[in-house]
C-alpha cells in the first residue's frame, strides 16, 4: 500500500517509484526517505516478469503497483475495492 501512494501521490500513478538511480539522478527508491524503508520490489518485479511472458507490454507497471496494493489489503483482511486500470478495464476484489 505504501508503495502504491509514493507511486501515486506527487504526480499520479505512474510507476515512477520504481525507476532505478542514474550516475546523474537519485531514484525515489534510493533517496533518504525511502530507503531502505520502502520496500516491495521483488514482488512488483517478478510479477511484471510474469506478465511479460504471457502478454508483453499490455499491463504497466502503475497497474501491478495498484492491483497488488489492492490485492495485499484484501489478504490481510482489509477491504476490498474495484479497480480501473490504465486500459481501461475493471478489475474487480
Known amino acids: 500500500m ?3 501512494f509514493h507511486d501515486c501521490f506527487v504526480m499520479g500513478c ?3 517509484v520504481l525507476l532505478d538511480s ?3 539522478s537519485t ?9 531502505p524503508s520502502l520496500r516491495g520490489y521483488d514482488v512488483i518485479d517478478n510479477a511484471k516478469a510474469r506478465l511479460e511472458a504471457v502478454c508483453k507490454g499490455v499491463v504497466s507497471i502503475a497497474d501491478i503497483v495498484a ?6 489489503i ?3 483482511g482489509g477491504l476490498g475495492y474495484d479497480l480501473v486500470s490504465l486500459s481501461g478495464l475493471i478489475a474487480l476484489c
Open 2 to 4: 505504501r508503495m502504491h
Open 14 to 16: 505512474d510507476g515512477s
Open 22 to 24: 542514474t550516475p546523474s
Open 27 to 35: 531514484a525515489e527508491k534510493d533517496s533518504c526517505a525511502n530507503n
Open 67 to 72: 492491483f497488488a496494493a489492492r490485492d495485499s
Open 74 to 76: 484484501a489478504i490481510t
